[in-house]
């Protein structure tokens, strides 16, 4: 190849060679950017598909955790609450003010046991309709529309509030202090309720915080925080007297087993029913006998 002017050396077999295979390798190179684009969307899509595996499966264990410290509330003595339900509950109102029998008693769970914590309760209306009593058929009808607009919905404050979650979740917690009244100037703190309507009570949670002061005259819950708890089987109707026999018998019947394990020793009444009358029953200093527990059930306004 010596002796080739420059010109001819570019047209030699040599040269010719080169130059194909340097025309192969930029092809070859070409193609290898063209696949490139391919695969690397493949492995972005690959990519994106585990990170979605990996967030829903975090997803999951955050609702695991947050069910598993979800709170709870059972009802307790919910055997009598279904006993009236099943026959209609009537619960008696008066001027004065009147507990509840069956009475609100719980039991929560899975609070924070360090957190303090509010629990109230209220009694919302089922319905704007008010009701009344057919005898002949023993059943409630519906009789017309009520006017709430002149009634505000009262909250009633535990009186241990605020407390921590441990000592709440240790004890049952009875609202056997409520008392509801039919008379709409109340300003002894009573619930106030129309006779002849049907009602709901709830329980609500909320946690303590500066910001919130429950301890007024007349408190409402905040807006945002609150977990609020209903039972169906608590459902009743407002009365003046039971307008149900089956309803004063089951009241009867109820009294007189709870007056039975006072006079068998327990020492206090098992359902929180402690007012007859005008009279409160809390505890005996004595073993109480059959006149006793006749002379409270004969307290009983209504039976």
């Not at 040269?15 to 930029?26: A, D």
């Not at 709430?148 to 404050?157: E, F, G, K, M, V």
């Not at 605020?162 to 240790?170: D, F, L, N, V």
Request: contains cysteine; proline residues 5%; glycine residues 4%.
């Amino acid at each position: 190849m010596q002796g080739l002017s420059t010109r001819a050396h570019a047209f030699s077999v040599e040269s010719l060679v080169k130059s194909c295979e340097k025309i192969t390798n930029e092809t070859q190179q070409s193609d290898s950017d063209k696949d490139t684009p391919s695969v690397i969307d493949e492995q972005d899509k690959q990519n994106d598909t585990n990170i979605k595996i990996t967030e829903t499966r975090r997803k999951l264990m955050r609702t695991k955790r947050k069910s598993a410290r979800e709170v709870r509330v059972d009802l307790q003595g919910s055997d009598l609450w279904r006993t009236f339900h099943e026959i209609g509950t009537e619960m008696i109102i008066t001027k004065t003010g009147r507990r509840m029998f069956p009475s609100m008693r719980v039991k929560v769970h899975n609070l924070d046991p360090i957190q303090q914590y509010y629990i109230a309760m209220d009694i919302m209306p089922v319905d704007s309709k008010r009701y009344r009593y057919v005898y002949h058929s023993s059943q409630w009808i519906v009789a017309g529309n009520t006017d709430r607009s002149l009634i505000a919905t009262r909250l009633y404050i535990h009186p241990d509030s605020p407390c921590s979650g441990e000592k709440w979740m240790q004890q049952v917690i009875s609202f056997d202090r409520v008392k509801l009244t039919n008379n709409e100037r109340n300003e002894s703190g009573h619930i106030i309720l129309q006779s002849m309507n049907k009602y709901k009570p709830r329980i609500h949670i909320t946690m303590h915080s500066p910001h919130i002061d429950l301890s007024q005259m007349h408190p409402s819950l905040p807006a945002e925080g609150v977990h609020t708890f209903t039972f169906p089987e608590t459902q009743f109707t407002t009365v003046t007297a039971y307008q149900n026999q089956q309803v004063s018998a089951t009241v009867a019947v109820s009294l007189e087993a709870d007056m039975e394990d006072v006079a068998g020793g327990s020492g206090f009444l098992r359902t929180p029913m402690r007012e007859c009358g005008s009279t409160i029953v809390e505890f005996f200093s004595r073993k109480p006998t059959n006149a006793d527990v006749r002379g409270v059930l004969s307290l009983h306004p209504s039976l």
